[in-house]
């Protein structure tokens, strides 16, 4: 199975600050279409999963664009450009190029 | 509006099944796969599967082949998981998503106790 690996796990930001996570796959993604499946989800506490960005770089609906995403093959990153309290939570990367759909292990942003 | 609707909390008693619903509206059921996904206490998420509601075709992650079923009543727009042989390693809570998972359910506890 596709490991995903996001660092770090726990990220202190303040109100304002931008911030990256990494999601590193042990496989490329990419697909032979030229299609490269990686999504980005986050939980906030005590709320189900969201989806922000879907293919790599594409904004979910309603998702706001301090939100973005990049990379491929096997590197990819999400930044916010400005934390607001809402983001707080946790973040998780997908890959639905292999079966079975993998995700990564999270990333808990927090405020400093 | 896209909605899934799960159903309550469950617990289950050791080597026995639980079975949990999600239904669909604000959308064709037909047109999209349903996935399911697993968030143990305190963890991360884990895809158990998906299931095509058109065909009734499905595809499981290894792990969960012996310990998920998934199906689809068509007539009323519900898909289902089956969790059976429960020990306490199925406590968690199991939430429908779906397609690209970009509509969840609001996850069903499932609790294993004697």
């Known amino acids: 199975d596709v490991v995903l690996t996001q660092t770090p796990s726990t990220l202190s930001a303040t109100i304002g600050q931008s911030v990256s996570i990494s999601c590193r796959s042990s496989?490329?993604?990419?697909?032979?279409?030229?299609?490269?499946?990686l999504y980005w989800y986050l939980q906030r506490p005590g709320q189900s999963p969201q989806l922000l960005i879907y293919?790599?770089?594409n904004l979910g609906s309603g998702v706001p664009n301090r939100f973005s995403g990049s990379g491929s093959g096997t590197d990819f990153t999400l930044k916010i450009s400005g934390v607001e309290a809402e983001d707080l939570g946790v973040y998780y990367c997908?890959?639905?190029?292999?079966?079975?759909?993998?995700f990564g292990g999270g990333t808990k942003l927090e405020l400093k | 509006e896209v909605q899934l609707q799960q159903s309550g909390p469950e617990v289950g008693r050791p080597g026995s099944s639980v079975k949990i619903s999600c239904k669909a509206s604000?959308?064709?059921?037909?047109?999209?796969?349903m996935n399911w996904v697993k968030q143990s206490p305190g963890q991360g998420l884990e895809w158990i599967g998906w299931?095509?509601?058109?065909?009734?075709?499905?595809d499981y992650a290894e792990k969960f082949k012996k310990k998920a079923t998934l199906t689809a009543d068509t007539s009323s727009n519900t898909a289902y998981i089956q969790l059976s042989s429960l020990t306490s390693e199925d406590t968690a809570t199991y939430f429908c998503?779906?397609?690209?998972?970009?509509?969840w359910g609001q996850g069903a506890s499932v609790t294993v106790s004697s």
């Open positions: 293919l790599v770089s």
């Open positions: 997908m890959q639905a190029t292999h079966a079975p759909r993998t």
């Open positions: 496989q490329s993604l990419l697909d032979s279409a030229g299609n490269t499946y």
């Open positions: 299931i095509d509601p058109e065909y009734g075709s499905t």
């Open positions: 998503a779906l397609g690209v998972m970009d509509a």
């Open positions: 604000g959308y064709t059921f037909t047109d999209y796969v």
